[in-house]
């Protein structure tokens, strides 16, 4: 089963500046996860992914362009 993702670089405004959207995704490995309840600051849960997808585009927000598109792997 694989389905499409988009990675969205924001700005210093938080505004959406670039999409990288991949095709036909599907994870390869995902690292293990620590999850700690006892804490009483905001820790924040990091893992390493690995994904197999088809093709990725580049898309340009700002002035609405594809400005790149990966060929098939």
Same mark, same amino acid.
């Given at each position: 089963? /694989?389905? &499409?993702? /988009?990675? /969205?670089?924001?700005?210093? #405004?938080? #505004?959406?500046?670039? %999409? !990288? $959207?991949?095709?036909?995704? !599907?994870?390869? *490995?995902? *690292?293990?996860?620590? !999850? ?6 905001? &820790? @924040?849960? /990091?893992? &390493?992914?690995? !994904?197999? @997808? &088809?093709? @990725?585009? $580049? +898309? %340009?927000?700002? %002035? #609405?362009? $594809? *400005?790149? +598109?990966?060929?098939?792997?």
């Amino acid at each position: 089963m /694989t389905t &499409d993702a /988009t990675l /969205t670089v924001l700005t210093s #405004n938080m #505004n959406p500046q670039i %999409n !990288f $959207v991949f095709r036909e995704c !599907f994870p390869l *490995s995902l *690292s293990s996860i620590a !999850f700690d309840s006892g804490g009483t600051d905001i &820790d @924040y849960v /990091t893992a &390493d992914v690995s !994904f197999r @997808y &088809d093709v @990725y585009t $580049v +898309e %340009n927000l700002l %002035n #609405n362009d $594809v *400005s790149y +598109e990966g060929k098939p792997v």
